[in-house]
């Protein structure tokens, strides 16, 4: 794929989301001449350079971040460099079960009347047959009120009166998301201290009607309660619920998001979400990017992050044994230099040990040469973050279809399938499953008849691109 290529895609890519917006086109990309580290030139061989991976583990630390960059060499100017990272968490101790200190928050709205009340019932009392006499769980049902049964150790007893309760539930009212998830964080907080992990778990089918029902304010609030120590994991069952909603509350909440066609599979996400929580080894996960002035722009795709200085935050969820997260950096350069090397970004994920108790970090610094010598560049490149960064750039083009899916623009879906395609055809053969993907993707997108098969189709589109992105907290 040539240059013009990548920027009509990019461009494109704009242009759309301009229009559905209703606002004009943001001023163009500044340009930049070095795109060597993610556009193969016409008739160039393939990278085959493997680059030696930058590895920290600190001792009896819980987890183990590794990276590289893009290339060997930088080149002198205004440029491009990608940043490839991985965190991934050590095996939990074998035998070893952390206590959790739980809250269920349930929708009981009148939209989750019938079959959907009746699994979330289901998984409800499965959930509490597996909790120990050490772990505790408050119980929150909400509908436009919001009825709480506070928080208790889950002994024999505590568990019948949860199921009783729990088979009780019957659909009334709206939607009042935050007043379960407000409730929640009041039943979870005395018990911080005393507990290692600490979680709500929130289950709609529908959009916030009641509460607090914008985006920004829903998202205040999961991070608030995320700074206190509390873990949110959002999860949305059924064919109404907002998916980028459910999604951004578990990415600001450290916790997991599940997309739920059908409610049957409650039961099982409830048990993988108790499995997760009672073998955590690092909550609270942030990784921070630090940034050289020769760095003007930095963002991490497919991830929300903040930037404060030279300093960009991302917040990651809690991970479990062998559990990872792996994140794309796309970093412009302005350098004036001619040689020698550069501190291109150094990373740190800070964390707390769960198995220590203890605040605990871990950080490494990954560098290239500067050079005037765009040959050199081009020999030096590394073949597999070139592919990683080439599946998220695609992968944002599928971001953008999904949502025109679900606004009924089939053109503009189709043109950012195109352009995901285009994109992921530079490195084909690496990059052939999500070509199948797509593949797929557009089959059933053009032979879907109605409102709910395009929406399920986004739907589906919208996990793919999660794993894409490299983030595994996802049902």
Same mark, same amino acid.
């Given at each position: 794929?040539?240059?013009?290529?990548?920027?009509?895609?990019?461009?494109?890519?704009?242009?759309?989301?301009?229009?559905?917006?209703?606002?004009?086109?943001?001023?163009?990309?500044?340009?930049?001449? *070095?795109?060597?580290?993610?556009?193969?030139?016409?008739?160039?061989?393939?990278?085959?350079?493997?680059?030696?991976?930058?590895?920290?583990?600190? =001792?009896?630390?819980?987890?183990?971040?590794?990276? =590289?960059?893009?290339?060997?060499?930088?080149?002198?100017?205004?440029?491009?460099?990608?940043?490839?990272?991985?965190?991934?968490?050590?095996?939990?101790?074998? #035998?070893?079960?952390?206590?959790?200190?739980?809250?269920?928050?349930?929708?009981?709205?009148?939209?989750?009347?019938?079959?959907?009340?009746? *699994?979330? =019932?289901?998984?409800?009392?499965?959930?509490?047959?597996?909790?120990?006499?050490?772990?505790?769980?408050?119980?929150?049902?909400?509908?436009?009120?919001?009825?709480?049964?506070?928080?208790?150790?889950?002994?024999?007893? /505590?568990?019948?009166?949860?199921?009783?309760?729990?088979?009780?539930?019957?659909? *009334?009212?709206?939607?009042?998301?935050?007043?379960?998830?407000?409730?929640?964080?009041?039943?979870?907080?005395?018990?911080?201290?005393?507990?290692?992990?600490?979680?709500?778990?929130?289950?709609?089918?529908?959009?916030?009607?009641?509460?607090?029902?914008?985006?920004?304010?829903?998202?205040?609030?999961?991070?608030?309660?995320?700074?206190?120590?509390?873990?949110?994991? $959002?999860?949305?069952?059924?064919?109404?619920?907002?998916?980028?909603?459910?999604?951004?509350?578990?990415?600001?909440?450290?916790?997991?998001?599940?997309?739920?066609?059908?409610?049957?599979?409650?039961?099982?996400?409830?048990?993988?979400?108790?499995?997760?929580?009672?073998?955590?080894?690092?909550?609270? /996960?942030?990784?921070?990017?630090?940034?050289?002035?020769?760095?003007?722009?930095? $963002?991490?795709?497919?991830?929300?992050?903040?930037?404060?200085?030279?300093?960009? =935050? /991302?917040?990651?969820?809690?991970?479990?044994?062998?559990?990872?997260?792996?994140?794309?950096?796309?970093?412009?350069?302005?350098?004036?230099?001619?040689?020698?090397?550069?501190?291109?970004?150094?990373?740190?994920?800070?964390?707390?040990?769960?198995?220590?108790? /203890? $605040?605990?970090?871990?950080?490494?610094?990954?560098?290239?040469?500067?050079?005037?010598?765009?040959?050199?560049?081009?020999?030096?490149?590394?073949?597999?973050?070139?592919?990683?960064?080439?599946?998220?750039?695609?992968?944002?083009?599928?971001?953008?279809?999904?949502?025109?899916?679900?606004? #009924?623009?089939?053109?503009?879906?189709?043109g950012l399938l195109d352009n995901a395609r285009k994109i992921f055809g530079t490195s084909a053969s690496a990059l052939s499953g999500e070509l199948a993907d797509l593949d797929q993707t557009e089959a059933a997108y053009g032979n879907a008849s109605d409102e709910e098969e395009i929406r399920r189709e986004s739907r589906n589109l919208y996990k793919k691109t999660m794993k894409n992105f490299g983030q595994n907290n996802s049902y």
């Amino acid at each position: 794929m040539n240059r013009t290529l990548l920027l009509l895609a990019v461009g494109g890519l704009l242009a759309v989301g301009a229009l559905v917006v209703g606002k004009p086109p943001p001023p163009p990309l500044p340009p930049v001449t *070095d795109t060597s580290h993610t556009v193969a030139q016409p008739n160039e061989p393939e990278a085959t350079v493997t680059l030696p991976l930058a590895t920290s583990t600190p =001792k009896d630390g819980a987890l183990t971040l590794s990276g =590289k960059l893009s290339g060997a060499y930088v080149q002198s100017g205004p440029s491009e460099v990608f940043a490839w990272l991985e965190l991934k968490a050590r095996p939990a101790e074998a #035998g070893r079960r952390v206590p959790v200190n739980l809250a269920l928050v349930i929708d009981r709205s009148g939209s989750m009347s019938g079959q959907k009340l009746a *699994d979330a =019932k289901r998984a409800a009392t499965e959930l509490v047959s597996r909790l120990s006499a050490e772990d505790r769980l408050a119980f929150i049902d909400y509908g436009t009120d919001v009825k709480v049964l506070p928080s208790r150790l889950a002994t024999e007893e /505590v568990r019948r009166e949860l199921m009783l309760a729990i088979s009780q539930l019957h659909d *009334d009212g709206s939607t009042n998301i935050s007043g379960g998830l407000t409730e929640a964080a009041r039943a979870l907080r005395p018990h911080l201290r005393e507990y290692r992990v600490s979680r709500a778990i929130l289950l709609s089918d529908g959009q916030p009607t009641a509460g607090l029902v914008r985006e920004e304010d829903l998202y205040g609030l999961v991070r608030s309660m995320r700074d206190e120590g509390i873990t949110v994991s $959002a999860l949305g069952v059924g064919g109404d619920f907002q998916e980028g909603l459910m999604r951004g509350m578990a990415e600001r909440g450290g916790g997991f998001s599940g997309f739920i066609d059908d409610s049957a599979r409650l039961a099982e996400v409830f048990s993988r979400e108790l499995d997760q929580a009672t073998s955590t080894v690092a909550r609270g /996960v942030e990784l921070e990017l630090v940034l050289p002035p020769e760095v003007t722009t930095a $963002a991490v795709l497919g991830v929300p992050s903040t930037r404060q200085g030279n300093v960009l =935050k /991302v917040p990651l969820y809690d991970l479990s044994g062998d559990q990872s997260v792996q994140m794309v950096v796309k970093l412009t350069l302005q350098t004036s230099g001619v040689g020698g090397a550069l501190d291109v970004v150094s990373a740190r994920a800070r964390y707390m040990d769960v198995a220590r108790d /203890v $605040a605990a970090d871990t950080g490494l610094k990954l560098s290239a040469q500067l050079t005037t010598d765009a040959a050199l560049v081009r020999a030096n490149l590394d073949r597999d973050v070139r592919v990683h960064a080439t599946r998220a750039l695609g992968t944002q083009h599928m971001v953008a279809a999904a949502e025109e899916m679900k606004r #009924g623009n089939r053109q503009a879906a189709r043109g950012l399938l195109d352009n995901a395609r285009k994109i992921f055809g530079t490195s084909a053969s690496a990059l052939s499953g999500e070509l199948a993907d797509l593949d797929q993707t557009e089959a059933a997108y053009g032979n879907a008849s109605d409102e709910e098969e395009i929406r399920r189709e986004s739907r589906n589109l919208y996990k793919k691109t999660m794993k894409n992105f490299g983030q595994n907290n996802s049902y």
